[in-house]
């Protein structure tokens, strides 16, 4: 036998091999995972301080704790306050506060915390079913540590909570539609009606958007046949789809009495009635929204752009490409275009008509565009794109942060403290391409190191600008929480006064907390206290009333209160916001 110097050379040739090989071994990476889930949301947690939105959620939780009518427990007899907090997220927070009486903010979080170690769990159980158990880890390890995840869990609104049920959707729906053996009804379309429904209870166009994700899914995949390797190829496509449709017609009928309630009840004539689906598809897209700007852009796809678009470039050739590839499935691509479809018309439609994005299609599009991210981080893992084309998605991703820097609208205070660092790795990256391809057919081990530091780049860069977002409170130096330390110590009052004209929502939520069972009013002067609370009488052993006079006031107390009252300062006067906050309680003498 005789080989020339060509076959020689490809002889000599190291074979390709894939990138973090230890990724694949499923076992090795379940307490990872778990790890994800929990440690990063610590971070929050213990950094956070309240804001005033936070505030206005934990009052409406503390409204429905000290309820006593069911429709005020249920949160409907404020048809204002039953449309703006939704109904799943105020009973969880309400149950955190109860439970835990938290000093800080652990409470009113604890339930975006939780939330969102569901989202990173139930993320790595949906890839690893529809991807593989690499792709699975990776969208996981991206999402715990992507920045607007971090902000789902600093925030009492329920966009943890909503990806999680519509997750919990997905997840039900995916295990059924991928069993080898698939009966019309399945235990596994338990789990994700019941998810449907709980998305039903936090936000209208949610639970929508998750619905049209699985009709998109459907309709893909009965027009693309069988797939490679999870449908049962003796049966008939027809007998299929009627399946598949009527596994969704499933899904509406368990949902309907898990969450389908809350929409009748607004739907009554003595609530919403014939405003019900303006103000219930309202409500949830519009609770919180974000300005539609290059820096909401950044939030959303931060240091991923170039492997987003390559998992978007190998989703779309997969979906319709029309001969059959045994070595793929097409369930995990049909999903993520499905996912991509209904949240980029979500997202474009507020962008354009609106000029802003709601904060539930700001976290759906998120997580799509980490799936995409880990697609695409996993076609470079697996050697299925050439150096080129990793160093390229670096590139990208870099050049997609600068562009969004210089031209946003936050330019002027970002601009400086992005460029240089930009572009100082884009520099360095041009060099690493134009080094490796130097010996791309010469040292195998240069590649792949060139391409475990492309990976490497793109995720830690993506991580530490997510942790390096988290805003680090100084909880100890706060007036309120001095405030509420001190007043702690002291004995429960009756009733809680607000002396001023505008009062904001962390001042009140801070004595609701200190206070929980007093009854908290607000008046704009001395002169609006009514004369009953100095003049009536009182039993000795009766809590005393207490007044928090935020601001100034013309009146002095001891002028309205009269004789025989005393005026007792119970904490040393502090500033809040620039404005004087004092604590009085009055009390009647004895006879």
């Known amino acids: 036998m005789i080989a020339d110097d060509q076959e020689l050379l490809t002889l000599s040739k190291e074979t390709p091999r894939e990138l973090f090989f230890a990724l694949g071994r499923p076992g090795s990476l379940i307490l990872l995972v778990v790890v994800l889930a929990f440690v990063p949301g610590i971070l929050v947690l213990g950094s956070h301080q309240i804001t005033d939105d936070d505030a206005r959620w934990g009052l409406a939780s503390l409204r ?282 979500a997202v474009i439609t507020g962008w354009v008509a609106f000029g802003q994005i709601a904060t539930d299609w700001y976290g759906l599009t998120t997580v799509g565009i980490v799936w995409l991210a880990a697609v695409g981080l996993e076609e470079i893992a697996l050697r299925r794109v050439s150096a080129r084309v990793a160093g390229g998605a670096v590139v990208v991703s870099l050049s997609a942060i600068v562009a969004c820097t210089l031209f946003g609208a936050s330019a002027a205070n970002h601009a400086l403290a992005w460029i240089a660092p930009c572009l100082s790795a884009i520099a360095v990256s041009s060099l690493l391409v134009w080094w490796s391809f130097r010996f791309y057919d010469t040292y195998e081990a240069s590649l792949r190191l060139f391409l475990v530091g492309c990976m490497l780049s793109l995720i830690a860069t993506d991580a530490v600008t997510g942790l390096a977002s988290v805003r680090l409170g100084e909880t100890s130096r706060d007036p309120l929480e001095q405030l509420a330390d001190h007043l702690r110590e002291l004995p429960e009052v009756e009733s809680c006064t607000f002396i001023a004209v505008d009062v904001p929502a962390r001042l009140k939520f801070s004595f609701a907390r200190v206070w929980p069972g007093s009854r908290c009013t607000q008046v704009d002067d001395w002169s609006a206290i009514p004369s009953t609370v100095f003049t009536e009488e009182r039993a000795p052993e009766a809590a005393p009333h207490a007044f928090v006079l935020y601001g100034s006031s013309n009146v002095p107390l001891t002028t309205v209160a009269g004789d025989r009252i005393q005026v007792r300062a119970i904490a040393p006067p502090t500033y809040f916001q620039s404005r004087r906050l004092s604590v009085f309680t009055v009390e009647r003498e004895a006879d």
């Open 64 to 345: 429905v704790l000290q309820a006593d009518e069911p429709h005020d427990r249920i949160g409907i007899s404020d048809i204002s306050n039953a449309c703006e907090f939704s109904p799943l997220a105020i009973w969880n927070i309400a149950l955190s506060l109860k439970f835990l009486n938290s000093r800080h903010a652990t409470g009113l979080l604890l339930s975006s915390y939780l939330a969102q170690a569901g989202v990173l769990l139930l993320m790595y159980a949906i890839g690893r079913r529809l991807f593989g158990t690499r792709a699975g880890f990776i969208g996981s390890f991206v999402l715990a540590f992507h920045a607007s995840s971090l902000q789902h869990v600093g925030t009492p609104a329920p966009i943890a909570l909503g990806l999680m049920t519509v997750l919990l959707t997905f997840w039900g729906f995916i295990r059924y539609t991928t069993n080898h053996v698939r009966t019309v009804v399945s235990l596994w379309l338990l789990p994700s009606g019941i998810g449907l429904g709980l998305s039903l209870l936090i936000s209208g166009p949610l639970a929508l958007a998750s619905l049209a994700v699985l009709c998109v899914y459907v309709a893909l995949g009965s027009l693309g046949g069988s797939s490679g390797g999870g449908d049962v190829e003796h049966q008939l496509p027809a007998g299929k789809r009627l399946r598949d449709v009527w596994s969704v017609l499933i899904l509406m009928l368990i949902a309907f009495p898990v969450g389908g309630w809350w929409g009748l009840r607004l739907a009554h004539p003595d609530h919403l009635g014939e405003t019900f689906w303006a103000v219930w598809l309202a409500a949830g897209a519009t609770r919180d929204v974000i300005t539609a700007d290059s820096q909401s852009l950044t939030g959303i796809v931060g240091f991923l752009a170039g492997p987003a678009l390559l998992g978007l470039a190998r989703t779309v050739r997969l979906v319709v490409r029309t001969t059959p590839d045994p070595e793929s499935r097409l369930e995990g691509p049909r999903f993520l275009a499905s996912w991509t479809v209904v949240s980029a018309v």
